[in-house]
């Protein structure tokens, strides 16, 4: 019922910016936690940062302080601002929307998923 679709990856540089959106649908009426993870290949997906129904924000331990997850309501858009990216960012980055509450980063179970955006990072 829940659809997410994820847009603005793209190929950058070491130190450069880039802003990813999620916008979704089927949400209306119900309470969520939503957030952004992300996977290389060949490794396992691991839990970027989620923010809660009021608005609290939890962070990876490697994005603190470079990453800034936000949500528009009114848009029912969820964005994660990117900052100073490195090589280890890169992936593909998956939006994920779960009800009522946030567990931590690294569950990943009962989430609905949006298809991914590809995040290249280069020195």
């Known amino acids: 019922q829940v659809q997410l679709v994820e847009s603005g990856g793209d190929k950058v540089q070491t130190g450069e910016s880039l802003r990813l959106s999620c916008a979704a649908t089927?949400?209306?009426?119900?309470?969520?936690?939503m957030g952004w993870f992300r996977q290389a290949p060949g490794k396992e997906r691991e839990g970027v940062a989620t923010?809660?129904?009021?608005?609290?924000?939890t962070y990876d331990d490697s994005v603190k302080g470079r990453f800034t997850l936000s949500r528009d309501n009114a848009k029912n858009t969820l964005y994660l601002q990117m900052t100073n990216l490195n090589p280890e960012d890169t992936g593909m980055y998956y939006c994920?929307?779960?009800?009522?509450?946030?567990?931590?980063?690294?569950?990943?179970?009962?989430?609905?998923w949006g298809q991914g955006t590809q995040v290249t990072v280069s020195s």
């Open positions: 994920a929307a779960r009800d009522l509450y946030c567990v931590t980063l690294d569950q990943y179970r009962n989430y609905n």
């Open positions: 923010i809660d129904p009021q608005g609290v924000t």
């Open positions: 089927g949400t209306a009426g119900r309470t969520y936690c």
